[in-house]
């Protein structure tokens, strides 16, 4: 296929050419993998700057997406690609191609770097979800910040560095830079821009920037960074995020309130207890999805009105393709039960199935299909079955559908018990959303007059 970039992904794409270190935030749908891979093309092919480059993404993207991304163009004719992923033997194999690009699950990070040691091969490296290296403490990054002395050029991709607000961005950056904008240490860091927010005597939970911190953090970093809102530049087609409210019986709602209380319920015999409030935190939000884990791990269902509600979403879509979004293990099962054709996304050949339209009924795991997965051309319909507390999660499986190349409206509909914490979450995403969108927008790089004008002439 022919490639044509639309003037920001040109415009990204020199940016990793001219900046050895890139942290490249890009809104969801705008192309990250091609113009990551055009200037990878550039840099071993036509500059000779750097010789061979790993890629490390999430499991199912490094399997399927970038792989593909790099056989679809023309342009990028040439480029040898190995996909790193499955037995021990597969990995080595693909080692053994010694290919331009490699390309890794982030779960294998340590592995490779036990292998290689000090003979470290790649000279580039590209972290495709940078913000799943933002805890510095990970096996993750402990090994791969090791292997920094072997590497000249550093690429970071994500569209969520700050999903649970700016202490997340030290690791991501300490990475990329080697600490030179925010401090090598994560104590100095927090010490010099953050205040203790949420404690419990002397053990605190959470830190607060300190007043003009946030301003000086984005400042320090803007040289390295380049930002861009798929707002800015694409059209996508319309949006609609609505919540359909599910109402409990009076029956499921005492069992809810007890647990709620007594931190403890019996439900017929089989006993759930929450040993404690994050643990109560889960035990409730299944509650209000219907089903609830006992004291043995057994799953005790409480009622169906999600999946009543699921029910009625279905007969209105009219023979239309839904994707259901499911946080617990019982979710599953139940829906399974509930509507036997639905298939779950895990392998490629489920993907392809669901974007050419085969699958009626498709389901995915945040944790497991919420990055870098091409689902928009199966479907335009969304159903939060069950909610997760992360925004990084949560906006990146709405992205799955609500991406270039969607050509139908979106909808996306989340399925909220009346009166549970259910509703706290779709709160507390929010609420989180907008210190997210503060890092973005305060590095956000517009084109340039010359580069508008250009777009409005095509």
């Known amino acids: 296929m022919r490639y044509r970039p639309h003037n920001y992904q040109t415009q990204a794409t020199g940016f990793i050419l001219d900046h050895h270190e890139a942290a490249i935030l890009l809104g969801m749908g705008l192309g990250k993998s091609v113009i990551t891979l055009t200037a990878i093309w550039e840099l071993l092919l036509d500059y000779f700057t750097v010789s061979r480059v790993l890629i490390v993404a999430p499991l199912r993207v490094a399997r399927d997406t970038w792989p593909t991304e790099a056989a679809k163009w023309d342009h990028l004719e040439g480029l040898s690609v190995a996909v790193a992923v499955g037995t021990k033997q597969d990995r080595l194999d693909a080692l053994a191609k010694s290919a331009m690009v490699t390309v890794i699950n982030r779960e294998n990070i340590p592995w490779l770097v036990s292998y290689y040691g000090d003979s470290w091969p790649f000279d580039m490296v590209v972290i495709d979800e940078l913000s799943s290296f933002k805890n510095h403490r990970a096996k993750r990054f402990t090994a791969l910040v090791k292997m920094r002395p072997h590497v000249k050029r550093w690429v970071g991709l994500t569209g969520t560095p700050a999903s649970n607000g700016l202490m997340d961005i030290w690791a991501q950056f300490r990475l990329l830079d080697g600490g030179e904008r925010l401090g090598r240490f994560i104590t100095r860091y927090r010490d010099r821009w953050f205040l203790p927010d949420k404690r419990n005597g002397m053990q605190v939970f959470t830190y607060k920037p300190r007043e003009g911190a946030e301003d000086v953090i984005y400042d320090a970093i803007a040289d390295m960074t380049l930002s861009m809102r798929t707002i800015d530049h694409l059209t996508l087609p319309d949006l609609?995020?609505?919540?359909?409210?599910?109402?409990?019986?009076?029956?499921?709602?005492?069992?809810?309130?007890?647990?709620?209380?007594?931190?403890?319920?019996?439900?017929?015999?089989?006993?759930?207890?929450?040993?404690?409030?994050?643990?109560?935190?889960?035990?409730?939000?299944?509650?209000?999805?219907?089903?609830?884990?006992?004291?043995?791990?057994?799953?005790?269902?409480?009622?169906?009105?999600?999946?009543?509600?699921?029910?009625?979403?279905?007969?209105?879509?009219?023979?239309?393709?839904?994707?259901?979004?499911?946080?617990?293990?019982?979710?599953?099962?139940?829906?399974?039960?509930?509507?036997?054709?639905?298939?779950?996304?895990?392998?490629?050949?489920?993907?392809?199935?669901?974007?050419?339209?085969?699958?009626?009924?498709?389901?995915?795991?945040?944790?497991?299909?919420?990055?870098?997965?091409?689902?928009?051309?199966?479907?335009?319909?969304?159903?939060?079955?069950?909610?997760?507390?992360?925004?990084?999660?949560?906006?990146?499986?709405?992205?799955?559908?609500?991406?270039?190349?969607?050509?139908?409206?979106?909808?996306?509909?989340?399925?909220?018990?009346?009166?549970?914490?259910?509703?706290?979450?779709?709160?507390?995403?929010?609420?989180?959303?907008?210190?997210?969108?503060?890092?973005?927008?305060?590095?956000?790089?517009?084109?340039?007059?010359?580069?508008?004008?250009?777009?409005?002439?095509?």
């Not at 057994?298 to 169906?304: D, S, Y």
Request: glycine share 8%; with cysteine.
């Open 240 to 458: 609609t995020v609505t919540t359909t409210p599910v109402v409990l019986g009076d029956k499921e709602r005492a069992v809810y309130e007890q647990l709620k209380a007594d931190l403890v319920v019996d439900l017929d015999g089989q006993v759930v207890d929450a040993a404690n409030a994050a643990a109560l935190s889960g035990k409730l939000l299944q509650l209000a999805s219907g089903a609830i884990y006992d004291e043995h791990g057994n799953t005790v269902e409480v009622h169906g009105a999600k999946l009543d509600a699921l029910e009625d979403i279905l007969e209105a879509a009219n023979g239309q393709s839904v994707l259901v979004a499911y946080w617990f293990k019982h979710d599953l099962a139940r829906i399974h039960q509930r509507f036997p054709d639905a298939r779950e996304l895990k392998t490629s050949a489920d993907i392809e199935a669901w974007n050419l339209g085969n699958i009626p009924l498709g389901l995915i795991h945040p944790a497991s299909a919420g990055h870098g997965l091409n689902l928009q051309a199966g479907g335009h319909l969304l159903v939060w079955f069950s909610l997760t507390w992360s925004l990084e999660l949560y906006q990146q499986t709405n992205a799955r559908l609500y991406r270039q190349g969607q050509a139908e409206p979106v909808t996306i509909t989340h399925l909220a018990a009346t009166g549970t914490l259910d509703q706290a979450v779709l709160g507390a995403l929010e609420a989180k959303d907008m210190t997210q969108a503060a890092l973005i927008d305060a590095v956000t790089t517009e084109l340039s007059t010359t580069l508008r004008k250009e777009s409005s002439c095509m």
